[in-house]
Nanobody, 119 residues
Framework: VQLQASGGGLVQAGGSLRLSCAAS????????MGWFRQAPGKDREFVAS?????YYADSVKGRFTISRDNAANTVFLQMNSLKPEDTAVYYCAARYSSHSRRSADYEYWGQGTQVTVSS
């Protein structure tokens, strides 16, 4: 599975961005798709994941929405009410199993897209 993330950019606090992750390769619908992020000097952290249900980190619940279009082999992360602490490189990832919040459980990774939220 090859993953290509896009949609990052610079936005003011309170603004919105929509990230996309296009997948190619094997059967997309069978994979758990996740979004993780890594801020400078910090560990990579779980943001959200989706297969048939969705899971979110507490820090983004109510502000971010993960969705997928299996026909288009694409997963999305709609980010609203962005805060400066959301600034990070965002990565999409895939694993062929059940949900996990652990980055080490994901077999496939995209290249990352930078999200910067100014105050």
């Amino acid at each position: 599975v090859q993953l290509q993330a896009s949609g990052g950019g610079l936005v003011q606090a309170g603004g919105s961005l929509r990230l996309s992750c296009a997948a190619s390769g094997r059967t997309f619908s069978g994979y758990v798709m996740g979004w993780f992020r890594q801020a400078p000097g910090k560990d990579r952290e779980f943001v959200a994941s989706i297969k048939w249900s969705t899971y979110y980190a507490d820090s983004v619940k109510g502000r971010f929405t993960i969705s997928r279009d299996n026909a288009a082999n694409t997963v999305f992360l709609q980010m609203n009410s962005l805060k400066p602490e959301d600034t990070a490189v965002y990565y999409c990832a895939a694993r062929y199993s059940s949900h996990s919040r652990r980055s080490a459980d994901y077999e496939y990774w995209g290249q990352g897209t930078q999200v910067t939220v100014s105050s």
